[in-house]
């Protein structure tokens, strides 16, 4: 039951609706009242912005932690998305381009040090090592049958919905996934391999409920600046062993001081 993280985190980084808007980007800008010329520049500018942006995860990814990247970006994507959407509501062409421009490079710059790299090193520890050339060759296939879906069935979705219900439709996608990786994905910055398997050995409900009590955590310290104190779900036996050796050796410095004092 540990590889449902990583399928999750991997299914998250095609429905987040990042490579719709790569494949057709020049599409939806022209839809928004650019020129051809203009959405080929405007696209080129959100790739130049998934790249240079994708840049610090090289330092975020283990200074924040994964799990924690994706919580904070996938809101972020949600919001970039509906302002593309409701900006294809706008009856003024300025506002409709500069909506439908700024919502997406916006998008660009949250996803890439979030749901760009992060499915992949996280896939990488999830997987113990006996499996995990098996588990990471999965792990890339999957994302790319989805990508195949993703982008089949753009087409589709825009003359259903029109482009600001299928931009809508990406957002609810991205709330749904922020749930998932809150009460599913476990962290793994900075651990070694026996502490992945005891971070992976903790039971599914028993981790969700941990992930529902970190809301009114995060709103403590983020929303109304407290200092609440952090829960400690993940209990590691070197911690513990450090612990006990600690008080042994305390111990028999006690006795030898009172055997001291006896003499």
Same mark, same amino acid.
């Given at each position: 039951?540990?590889?449902?993280?990583?399928? @999750?985190?991997?299914?998250?980084?095609?429905?987040?609706?990042?490579?719709?808007?790569?494949?057709?980007?020049?599409?939806?800008?022209?839809?928004?009242?650019?020129?051809?010329? *203009?959405?080929?520049? *405007?696209?080129?500018?959100?790739?130049?912005?998934?790249?240079?942006? $994708?840049?610090?995860?090289?330092?975020?990814?283990?200074?924040?932690?994964?799990?924690?990247? %994706?919580?904070?970006?996938?809101?972020?994507?949600? @919001?970039?998305?509906?302002?593309?959407?409701?900006?294809? %509501? *706008?009856?003024?062409?300025?506002?409709?381009?500069?909506?439908?421009?700024?919502?997406?490079?916006?998008?660009?710059?949250?996803?890439? /040090?979030?749901?760009?790299?992060?499915?992949?090193?996280?896939?990488?520890?999830?997987?113990?090592?006996?499996?995990?050339?098996?588990?990471?060759?999965?792990?890339?296939?999957?994302?790319?049958?989805?990508?195949?879906?993703l982008s089949i069935t753009w087409p589709s979705l825009i003359l259903a919905f029109k482009s600001q219900g299928a931009f809508g439709w990406y957002a609810a996608w991205c709330c749904i996934l922020w749930v998932l990786v809150l009460l599913l994905v476990r962290e793994t910055k900075g651990k070694t391999l026996e502490?992945?398997?005891? @971070?992976?050995?903790? /039971? %599914?409900?028993?981790?969700? $409920?941990?992930?529902?009590?970190?809301? /009114?955590?995060?709103?403590?310290?983020?929303? %109304?600046?407290?200092?609440?104190?952090?829960?400690? @779900?993940?209990?590691?036996?070197?911690?513990?062993?450090?612990?006990?050796?600690?008080?042994?050796?305390?111990?028999?410095?006690?006795?030898?001081?009172?055997?001291?004092?006896?003499?």
């Amino acid at each position: 039951m540990l590889y449902y993280a990583s399928w @999750i985190v991997m299914f998250g980084q095609q429905f987040c609706g990042v490579n719709v808007i790569a494949y057709y980007s020049s599409t939806i800008f022209v839809d928004s009242g650019f020129t051809q010329i *203009s959405a080929m520049a *405007s696209s080129f500018g959100f790739g130049a912005l998934n790249w240079l942006f $994708a840049l610090p995860a090289v330092f975020t990814i283990d200074t924040f932690g994964r799990r924690n990247l %994706l919580l904070f970006t996938f809101p972020c994507m949600v @919001i970039c998305l509906l302002i593309t959407s409701f900006s294809f %509501l *706008s009856t003024s062409e300025t506002g409709r381009v500069a909506g439908v421009s700024i919502g997406i490079y916006l998008y660009a710059i949250f996803y890439s /040090p979030g749901e760009g790299p992060v499915p992949f090193t996280y896939s990488a520890e999830a997987f113990p090592l006996y499996i995990r050339d098996i588990g990471m060759s999965f792990c890339h296939c999957y994302p790319w049958f989805w990508n195949f879906v993703l982008s089949i069935t753009w087409p589709s979705l825009i003359l259903a919905f029109k482009s600001q219900g299928a931009f809508g439709w990406y957002a609810a996608w991205c709330c749904i996934l922020w749930v998932l990786v809150l009460l599913l994905v476990r962290e793994t910055k900075g651990k070694t391999l026996e502490e992945l398997d005891q @971070i992976f050995a903790v /039971p %599914l409900g028993a981790h969700a $409920a941990y992930g529902m009590r970190q809301i /009114p955590y995060g709103v403590k310290k983020f929303v %109304l600046f407290q200092n609440p104190v952090p829960e400690q @779900i993940y209990e590691f036996e070197s911690e513990s062993e450090v612990s006990n050796t600690g008080g042994e050796k305390a111990g028999r410095e006690v006795k030898e001081d009172l055997g001291k004092a006896n003499v």
